[in-house]
């Protein structure tokens, strides 16, 4: 029998290294699958259409809201950004974690329908740092900086609802918590009990 995968939700200031953070933890990890969202924002240069998102245009994404084909979507800095359901279950029913990379509107979405999916918030070392690495990122104008500086200290506040705090100073360090949660998750007894009791 197949134990279901379990999802977990990563959510944080956006330049604070979510994508980098993730692309490592991927790498080292086959049972992961990393939910490819949709969204209405124009690609950066760097990003690949089914890779790093589906990108759609605003009257797509309507359509797809009425088919109810997103598990959970927001509106961010002036765009939409959602999570298709089917692949996440797909994932899921396989025996796969997944992994959603959302901020917490949508967070909250999915954690009302399912509660027993796991939220881990990544704060930036310091705000001096995160203003740093969306600069150096080099995608967003310095009033969209600034927008996303405000929104991040927004978002900072309401992360004492989370179950997991991850502070990304390194990549590195911020990768082996990653997978020390996602390993704490699996012993869990709920998990771990009815495994047992299943074998002969
Ligand atoms: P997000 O996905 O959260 O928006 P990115 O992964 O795009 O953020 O990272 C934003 C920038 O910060 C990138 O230029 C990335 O290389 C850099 N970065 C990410 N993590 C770190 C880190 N631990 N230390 C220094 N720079 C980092
Ligand atoms: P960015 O434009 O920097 O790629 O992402 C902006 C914000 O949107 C980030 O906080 C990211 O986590 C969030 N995001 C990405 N995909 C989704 C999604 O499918 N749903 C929601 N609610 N947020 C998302």
Same mark, same amino acid.
């Given at each position: 029998m197949i134990t279901k995968g379990k999802t977990f939700i990563i959510s944080g200031? &956006? #330049?604070? #290294?979510k994508s980098t953070v993730l692309h490592a933890l991927l790498e080292g990890r086959d049972n992961l699958y990393f939910s490819v969202s949709a969204t209405t924002r124009t690609p950066r240069p760097n990003e690949v259409d089914g890779v790093h998102y589906h990108f759609i245009d605003v009257h797509h994404f309507q359509e797809l809201i009425g088919k109810d084909e997103f598990l959970e979507y927001a509106e961010y800095v002036g765009n939409f950004y959602g999570t298709p359901k089917k692949y996440v279950d797909d994932a899921m029913e396989s025996g796969k974690d997944v992994i959603l990379d959302i901020e917490i509107q949508g967070a909250v979405q999915v954690c009302s329908k399912r509660p027993e999916t796991v939220r881990i918030f990544i704060a930036p070392p310091s705000w001096k740092e995160l203003e740093r690495r969306l600069t150096a990122r080099g995608t967003d104008t310095p009033e969209k900086i600034q927008e996303r500086l405000i929104r991040a200290k927004v978002e900072c506040q309401t992360?004492? &609802?989370?179950?997991y705090f991850v502070i990304n100073d390194t990549v590195e360090e911020a990768v082996a918590e990653l997978n020390a949660i996602l390993c704490a998750e699996h012993c869990r007894p709920s998990e771990r009990i009815s495994q047992i009791l299943n074998r002969e």
């Open positions: 200031p &956006s #330049g604070v #290294g992360a004492n &609802s989370y179950d």
